[in-house]
Every structure is written in C-alpha cells, then in structure tokens.
C-alpha cells in the first residue's frame, strides 16, 4: 500500500492530473471565482441536498459568509443554514424574500423551472445590477426566459458537464504520461 501510495503522490505531483477539476461543485467554483465575485456577495441557497450542501460548503470554505437558504422541507434548509452561519426559510416564502442577493445557487428536484420570471423579478426588485446564478439541477430551476429579460451570468450544470468530460480526457491523458 505505501508504494501505491508514493506513486500515486508523484504521479499527482510530477504532472498536470490535478490541474482540470471534474467534479460539479469545483467547476462551478472556478466558473464563479473567474468573476472575481467580492466575498460580501450575498448567496440565495435553493435546495439543501447533497449537491447544493457540497457547494455551500466548499463556498464557505473559500471565506463567503452571507448565506439564506430555502428548502421545501424547513427544517433541512435549517440544518443548512446553521452550518453556514445563515438564515432559512421554507422554499414557499422565495417568492416573499425581499434581502436582495446577489448570487444564486440552486439544485432541486423540481421537474421544471422553480425560478420563474414573477419569482426572480419579485428577487431582483430595483437592484439592476449583473447577477450570478449557478443553476446545478437537471433540468435546470432557472427558466430561461430570465436570461432574456435580466443580465444574469449563468453557470450551468449542462455546460459544467461538458468541461468536466473534457478534463476527464485530460487527466486520463495525463495518467498515461505518468505510467511512461
């Protein structure tokens, strides 16, 4: 095992393997990072599962700190919002949440966009400034329509997929250069 161990550290050192993220949760935080994001930024968590607890997590981790969380169920965004440091709320007062934000983060199981025109304008109220929403559920929780009527910057699941394929290759790339 300690050998396995040693090659595996030198494989991981001597080349680029760990240069190109494959999981969702750091793609999006690079996708997020590269909008040089301020660490006041104020996050709307939308669903508290595995996904959106990972990302919230790791978002913490890197110092932002001005988390709301909403779940269907209260009591999961609450388990949520304590790890944060956050508030909550049921998913049923999104539409009510007058806070302002100015990123989104959402990831539920909802079989069609969660966050409506109505719902995002009754959000955004006055603020125009660009916002940011990470939409990591299939399919996606931000209706398109949005993109149309708002300057949002959307990192989306769909196309964090694809990166995540593409780095995939290049790691595999990189695992044969170190066998040789």
């Not at 040693?6 to 050192?13: D, G, L, M, S």
């Not at 990591?136 to 009527?149: G, K, S, V």
């Not at 995540?164 to 044969?176: G, H, S, V």
Request: charged share 25%.
């Amino acid at each position: 095992i300690k050998s396995t161990i040693e090659v595996a550290k030198e494989v991981y050192t001597n080349t680029n393997i760990a240069r190109n993220p494959v999981s969702v949760v750091s793609l999006a935080y690079r996708k997020l990072r590269a909008l040089n994001v301020k660490s006041d930024a104020r996050f709307l968590i939308i669903g508290s599962g595995v996904t959106n607890t990972n990302m919230a997590k790791y978002l913490k981790k890197h110092e932002f700190a001005n988390f709301t969380v909403f779940n269907r169920t209260l009591e999961n965004a609450q388990k949520l919002a304590n790890e944060l440091n956050g508030k909550s709320f049921p998913w049923s007062e999104l539409e009510n949440y007058k806070g302002g934000f100015d990123i989104i983060v959402t990831c539920t199981g909802a079989a069609e966009s969660i966050i409506t025109p109505a719902i995002y304008k009754s959000l955004v109220g006055d603020d125009k400034a660009k916002k940011v929403v990470i939409d990591l559920a299939i399919p996606n929780d931000l209706d398109a329509e949005i993109l149309n009527n708002y300057d949002v910057n959307l990192i989306a699941v769909n196309n964090l997929q694809e990166v995540a394929k593409e780095n995939l290759q290049a790691r595999e790339q990189e695992m044969e250069a170190g066998a040789a």
